[in-house]
């Protein structure tokens, strides 16, 4: 059977925003499941969907109670696959049949677009060695831990901002095979993590 995947077709932040956004245009106020993100993006888009999800928390409409920490979870699952070295991206229907309106959809993108262009810019294939073998279940492990500091930040407005950040970081160097990218994913991986390390231990005491 021949392999239809779409993610070979994904090269810049740009490219992932604009595949998006035919999604929203074309779903206008009918809901955009994540299913259907996955479908249109591919199901080796590891990549894309580790830069997606954080960009929806960090846009306003991640300022819904409890969105971070879902979207969290969404993103510990594909991190465990990427870890388990899963060439195919997997969802189960609890969070494949989640999503959002297609006009929030375009307003994400939309929002993005700035930054998207600043990433594509900056951001290249540069130590694509890094971005493969060993590497690439390190940056699992770092977005598992990142994923499990969400709740405890999510109690303090934008905290969990930097996580999402980091995370999001490791999407774009996964995506444009930038291994120099991907050491400072790391290198901001260490310090989210010991920021919500630490706000959750101050809370608790």
């Not at 499941?33 to 591919?42: F, H, I, K, V």
């Not at 888009?45 to 409409?61: D, K, N, Q, R, T």
Request: hydrophobic share 50%.
């Amino acid at each position: 059977m021949a392999d239809n995947d779409k993610s070979g077709d994904l090269h810049s932040v740009g490219d992932v925003l604009d595949r998006l956004q035919e999604l929203g245009e074309q779903a206008g106020g009918a809901k955009v499941r994540l299913g259907d993100m996955l479908e249109t993006m591919g199901h080796r888009a590891y990549g894309p969907f580790l830069i997606v999800l954080p960009m929806i928390e960090i846009s306003p409409v991640g300022g819904i109670p409890g969105l971070p920490t879902a979207l969290a979870a969404v993103l510990a699952l594909l991190a465990i696959q990427l870890v388990l070295g899963r060439e195919h991206l997997w969802l189960p229907g609890f969070f494949a049949n989640r999503g959002m309106s297609g006009e929030k959809l375009q307003k994400v993108v939309d929002k993005g677009r700035p930054i998207a262009k600043r990433m594509d810019k900056w951001f290249h294939d540069r130590l694509p060695a890094l971005t493969k073998g060993p590497m690439v279940k390190v940056a699992g492990i770092a977005i598992i831990l990142l994923c499990l500091t969400v709740p405890p930040l999510e109690l303090l407005p934008f905290a969990s901002t930097a996580p999402m950040a980091a995370i999001m970081a490791f999407g774009i160097a996964l995506l444009v095979r930038d291994g120099v990218l991907m050491v400072v994913a790391c290198a901001l991986s260490v310090g989210a993590v010991a920021l919500g390390a630490g706000l959750f231990v101050s809370r608790q005491g």
